[in-house]
């Protein structure tokens, strides 16, 4: 999925010449903190609700009060990973999208791209999560995948999370069966350490609330 299919429709940019009051009231109404500044179909920058209130501004055009604007944005061809790492990198709620031509042609939401990723990842199909803590230099997909299929089950999705204090990472992925004990039991066997293990129907609710967890910490 790249930048231009994740654009929403119902997200209008604000323009320079317009209050700040009336960005901050939009920023309440599509329940979001950022806004993109667009003059014509040229891409100004992302004004954001905390550097409107600060400085007070609500009688002053955003133009007329000289806040910071941030200059961040993906290209409609760039990869839905990208736009994810760059509101994480940023903290952002709202991510402009751009042509080839650097014109803006719409926005996404955090909410928007975190309902596309949950059905990007498979988190909806029936089967299990299992998460493994791993040193980097030993981390092998490959085999991973192979401990699974050895048990007659397959990988649908994985992600990693990782942190530059440690060189552990915890490897998340999602198989197509219910039923662990086996996988687990070959994990063990080849010395991998099983953080946690749970399946859909189990708890669904925890597994959610999991992976909106670990999104918030994705290190792409």
């Known amino acids: 999925m790249i930048g231009s299919q994740l654009i929403v429709d119902n997200l209008p940019p604000i323009k320079p010449t ?3 009051s009336k960005a ?3 920023m309440s109404e599509f329940k979001i903190s950022h806004l993109p500044v667009v003059n014509g179909n040229v891409f100004e920058g992302i004004v954001s609700e905390e550097s409107l209130l600060d400085f007070n501004y609500e009688n002053e055009s955003i133009l007329e009060s000289k806040v910071q ?3 961040v944005f993906v290209y409609e061809y760039q990869h839905i990973f990208e736009a994810m790492k760059q509101m994480s990198d940023n903290n952002l709620t709202i991510l402009p999208v751009l042509d080839r031509d650097d014109n803006y042609i719409g926005s996404t939401t955090l909410s928007h791209l975190m309902t596309l990723t949950t059905n990007t990842i498979s988190i909806k ?3 299990a999560v299992i998460v493994l ?3 980097s230099v030993d981390y092998s997909l490959a085999q991973i995948a192979q401990i699974v299929e050895s048990n007659n089950a397959r990988i649908l999705s994985s992600f990693i999370t990782s942190s530059p204090d440690t060189t552990e990472m915890e490897v998340t992925i999602k198989i197509n069966k219910k039923e662990l004990g086996a ?3 070959t994990f063990n066997r080849y010395d991998y350490t099983v953080i946690e293990s749970y399946h859909k129907g189990e708890d669904y609710n925890e597994m ?3 992976f909106d ?3 918030t910490r994705l290190d792409l």
């Open 69 to 71: 604007l941030t200059r």
């Open 208 to 210: 959610k609330n999991r």
């Open 133 to 135: 803590s791993i040193n």
């Open 24 to 26: 901050v009231f939009w």
């Open 18 to 20: 317009e209050k700040c």
């Open 183 to 185: 996988i687990l039991q």
């Open 213 to 215: 967890y670990l999104m």
């Open 125 to 127: 199909e029936p089967g």
